[in-house]
């Protein structure tokens, strides 16, 4: 568990139980409720080929949502705060529908916020409940804009956030047309710049917001077409996943001193809205790393609260309402993925290595550190051993070395590495594993489609074997993926280990019962992956706690993830006409086989198949 940072990162939703599982803990208090084996043993009692899956775990999605508003109520009524807390969920995070429907029905007001044509129909469709605030942000054409006009008698507080000066000019237009008009905000582009991976989301640079003249010309047009009193609310965002808190404190008093200025011109004004950016722990650092972030919530939230509130008082300026739009931090945790180990790739060093009359002078001086190091390890052999390997590669392409004498050195060098790892010396001396003495194991996952972010941007995800975690593993493994792309491998893990270019892993004598889980994943990775190689989506369960259960939990949903057809369709394939021709041809070539009916069964059911292994 500690080698894991599984507490660090799970922060209380993740536990390792008495039987050395890993125990989800839906309500966030650290006390194991639902086996996440148990759950793997009950999806297998009534489906079959359930892996890879994508476990999601509603009531977690109900408690950080909940989480949030209170440390947002708690800061406000302790800072005797005038103004009240709106949170609004961006659905661009995980649009899944029954993700969408628990965040806008967690009881918490919780609005919900579009950034596309799409994404505006799906908010525009599902409940909230009353006195909610919706947002809507991102590249607004005339179709977008003008069924944002036609929601305002849908939604309440819905705002339509401008982020480019030419969106006024849509947006009077369709004013001068329609009778209903929805409020405007601006988003406001601050010069504070935040730091990680997500960093040019800020600053001047960055591709959303007007700049201070470009919002005091806004403010002329408004006016002059008496519309002024639509302007409600101002909009930064620094990006997702901010890793600092010091850069959230400055953006926070930029903007807040924005809003004290505008406020005077613009009396209606009467929401600031901080945007996301509420960062994860996934490596468990609670440093400001890229993968991390050097602040808790309740900092996060007193910051915002405090900053604004001292800024307003400075400048006289009546409390604004508080938006917040975070949808990381709502849905990182309640996701996860299991996958099955599929195969292991590990060199295989039973080669013949008799002596040969003759022999070169690099493999006989590599045979003797073999001896040497078995009777007595020392560094000077390993650097021997290391220094006659790099020659023999030399020797060999100069053609002064047989491929048969290569891969002895070759295999000779490996069990020097063996014996070296054996002896634990590696890890006592804190280096890195050569790649090729570690175990790779192949997952049945598709790095592209389930943590497309560790693949593009280098983000860590953590990973943990799901058993055996009374255990301390012992073995130092790579996971790769089943794509053939050799991009398709994970290649940092989330571990207290100095080495972090390895998994720790148990020594896997039944692979198949040894299962992995890729943690935090409900955020962006969910729903961002792609079908590199047609791997499509995976299987996906939604599971709710339940204490009158037996074992705590019920299965609510299970939805099978894509077919090969389903992948076939997206590529354009006419699935009815391939079938058909593939049919055909089976037909014709194997007309005297008494195999054709079983190779044209077999055909129909890998089509309906899934993609995975
Ligand atoms: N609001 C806006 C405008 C965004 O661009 C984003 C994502 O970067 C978010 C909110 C959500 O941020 P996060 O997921 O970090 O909470």
């Known amino acids: 568990e500690n080698l894991f940072s599984i507490k660090e990162w799970g922060d209380g939703y993740f536990t390792v ?10 309500k966030g208090n650290c006390s194991p409720d639902i086996d996440l084996i148990d759950v793997i043993n009950e999806l297998q009692a009534s489906h079959s080929n359930i892996f890879p899956i994508a476990i999601r775990f509603t009531d977690i999605l109900r408690n950080q949502t909940q989480r949030l508003r209170k440390s947002f109520q708690e800061t ?61 942000n991102g590249y607004k054409n005339e179709d ?26 849509l947006f009077l237009k369709l004013a001068r047309e329609h009778t209903a008009i929805p409020s405007l905000g601006v988003r406001v582009k601050l010069t504070t710049e935040s730091s990680g991976k997500w960093r040019d989301s800020s600053g001047f640079n960055s591709k959303f917001g007007l700049v201070t003249s470009e919002i005091l010309m806004l403010i002329d047009l408004l006016r002059e077409e008496q519309l002024l009193h639509k302007l409600k609310l101002i909009h930064f965002h620094l990006g997702s996943q901010i890793p600092n808190i010091h850069t959230l404190k400055e953006s926070i008093i930029e903007g807040a001193r924005v809003y004290s200025h505008l406020k005077k011109l613009c009396p209606q004004l009467e929401y600031i809205n901080t945007g996301g950016g509420l960062g994860i722990d996934y490596d468990g650092s609670a440093t400001a790393s890229n993968s991390s972030r050097n602040y808790k919530l309740k900092e996060y939230t007193d910051n915002i609260v405090q900053g604004i509130m001292q800024i307003c008082d400075e400048e006289n300026v009546a409390h604004p309402h508080i938006i917040t739009e975070n949808g990381r931090a709502l849905t990182a945790h309640h996701s996860c993925i299991v996958t099955n180990i599929v195969n292991q ?19 006989q001086n590599i045979r003797d550190v073999l001896t040497n190091i078995k009777q007595n390890y020392r560094v000077q052999l390993l650097h021997d051993a290391t220094n006659l390997y790099q020659h023999s590669l030399q020797a060999f392409k100069m053609g002064i070395l047989s491929i048969t004498e290569r891969a002895k050195i070759e295999v000779i060098y490996l069990k020097i590495l063996q014996e070296v790892s054996l002896q634990n ?32 941007i280098e983000q860590l995800i953590p990973i943990v074997p799901i058993q055996r975690l009374q255990e301390r593993p012992t073995n130092y493994s790579m996971l790769a993926d089943i794509t053939c792309d050799s991009d398709g491998k ?25 299962l992995l889980g890729i943690f935090l994943t409900g955020a962006y990775q969910d729903v961002m992956g792609d079908n590199h190689n047609l791997l499509g989506r995976i299987n996906q369960v939604y599971i709710s706690h339940d204490e009158t259960a037996e074992k705590n939990f019920r299965i609510d949903r299970y939805v099978k993830g894509s077919s090969v057809k ?48």
């Open 345 to 363: 790739i590990q060199t295989d060093l039973n080669f013949d290595l008799s002596i040969e009359e003759e022999e070169n002078a690099l493999l």
């Open 144 to 169: 977008y804009m003008k069924m944002a006009f036609i929601g305002s008698r849908l939604k309440d507080n819905l705002t339509v956030v401008i982020e480019k000066l030419s969106e006024i000019h």
């Open 566 to 613: 389903d992948l076939l369709k997206v590529m354009h394939y006419d699935t009815k006409s391939l079938r058909q021709k593939l049919c055909e041809k089976i037909s014709q070539k194997y007309r005297d086989s008494s195999h054709l009916q079983d190779y044209l069964n077999f055909c129909s059911t890998y089509l309906e198949d899934s993609t995975y292994i």
């Open 425 to 456: 010396a590696l890890q006592k001396a804190n280096k890195n594993l050569p790649l090729y003495l570690s175990s790779h194991y192949i997952c049945n996952f598709s790095v592209f489609q389930s943590v497309i972010d560790h693949w593009a």
């Open 76 to 136: 406000i009524r302790a800072s005797q705060y005038q103004g009240k807390y709106f949170g609004v969920y961006p659905i661009k995070v995980n649009q899944l529908c029954g993700v969408v429907e628990e965040i806008a029905n967690a009881k918490c007001q919780m609005g919900l916020e579009a950034g596309s044509k799409a994404e505006l129909l799906a908010i525009l469709s599902t409940s909230t409940t009353e006195n909610t605030v919706t947002i809507l």
């Open 490 to 514: 994970i290649k940092k893990y989330v571990t207290k280990n100095s080495n972090k270019n390895h998994i720790p892993l148990h020594d896997i004598t039944n692979k198949e019962k040894y």
């Open 17 to 26: 139980n008495k039987k050395g599982h890993i125990a989800v803990c839906p």
